[in-house]
Each structure stands twice: as structure tokens, then as C-alpha cells.
């Protein structure tokens, strides 16, 4: 049997986060492959739904990367981030699930190394923790 190889969902702020994971990219650092970006304007416009559905369709874990408070293009949508990932949080232990299999990550355009880090622990967690039990492929 192999070993469990997470899949993660990271919704990426254009400003910040995506271009913190280009500089990693291109600083050739070494970082899990495990993440499949999706680049958003900010961070405040992932909803809830987006991210449940993510787990629901197979995503053992969803990374959301956005702008630190203070610092928005948009200047108050990683606030909004940050309430919304707090109510996916509420929902998912109310429905006896994993809440940490959500993260929110604050990660501006020149720390490349922290996107590396960040993206790193967050797989080492989810291998430990295995497969999402919130997904519909796994039943």
C-alpha cells in the first residue's frame, strides 16, 4: 500500500498569495506538490459554499491564502476571509467533522518561503490526519 498523498485545494489571493507561490516557484524551493491553486481576486470572495464543496468533491484539506490584515487590495476582504472560514469551522464541528482540515494563512507576494512552510505543514497534517471523511469519492 502506498502512502496517503493529501489533496489540497488553495484559493490564493491574485496580490498576495499566488505571487508569494510564484516566488517560491521560481526561488526553486522544494515544497509538497500536493496543492491545486486557484488564483482568486481576493481572498474575502471565497465563499463558504466554494469550500465545502471542495471537501465534498475529494479535497482531503482547503488552503486559503489572502493579504495580512491591513494589507488588502480590496481593503477589507481578508477580513471577510477570515469570518468566513470561521463559520466553515463552526459548521464542520457541528457536523462532527475535522475543522483543521481548513486553513486560512495570511502570506504576502515576497514571502515565497513562508508559502513553502505554510504549504508544508499543512500537508504533513493532513497525512497524518488521512482521508477526508467529508468526501463523497471515499463512500
Given at each position: 500500500m502506498s502512502e496517503f498523498e493529501?489533496?489540497?485545494v488553495g484559493f490564493f489571493c491574485n496580490w498576495c498569495t499566488s505571487a508569494a507561490a510564484d516566488l517560491a516557484g521560481t526561488s526553486r524551493m522544494k515544497y509538497p506538490h500536493n496543492v491545486l491553486p486557484i488564483r482568486v481576486p481576493c481572498s474575502g470572495t471565497?465563499?463558504?459554499v466554494y469550500i465545502i464543496r471542495a471537501l465534498r468533491e475529494g479535497a482531503d484539506g482547503v488552503l486559503i491564502g489572502g493579504c495580512?490584515?491591513?494589507?488588502?487590495?480590496y481593503v477589507n476582504g481578508n477580513l471577510k476571509a477570515r469570518r468566513r472560514v470561521k463559520l466553515v469551522k463552526v459548521i464542520l464541528e457541528n457536523l462532527k467533522m475535522e475543522p483543521e482540515r481548513v486553513q486560512l494563512a495570511w502570506i504576502s507576494a515576497s514571502e515565497g518561503k513562508k508559502f513553502k512552510e505554510v504549504v508544508t505543514k499543512f500537508t504533513e497534517m493532513l497525512k497524518e490526519m488521512g482521508p477526508s471523511k467529508l468526501s463523497l469519492k471515499w463512500k
Amino acid at each position: 500500500m502506498s502512502e496517503f498523498e493529501p489533496k489540497i485545494v488553495g484559493f490564493f489571493c491574485n496580490w498576495c498569495t499566488s505571487a508569494a507561490a510564484d516566488l517560491a516557484g521560481t526561488s526553486r524551493m522544494k515544497y509538497p506538490h500536493n496543492v491545486l491553486p486557484i488564483r482568486v481576486p481576493c481572498s474575502g470572495t471565497v465563499d463558504p459554499v466554494y469550500i465545502i464543496r471542495a471537501l465534498r468533491e475529494g479535497a482531503d484539506g482547503v488552503l486559503i491564502g489572502g493579504c495580512h490584515p491591513g494589507d488588502c487590495h480590496y481593503v477589507n476582504g481578508n477580513l471577510k476571509a477570515r469570518r468566513r472560514v470561521k463559520l466553515v469551522k463552526v459548521i464542520l464541528e457541528n457536523l462532527k467533522m475535522e475543522p483543521e482540515r481548513v486553513q486560512l494563512a495570511w502570506i504576502s507576494a515576497s514571502e515565497g518561503k513562508k508559502f513553502k512552510e505554510v504549504v508544508t505543514k499543512f500537508t504533513e497534517m493532513l497525512k497524518e490526519m488521512g482521508p477526508s471523511k467529508l468526501s463523497l469519492k471515499w463512500k
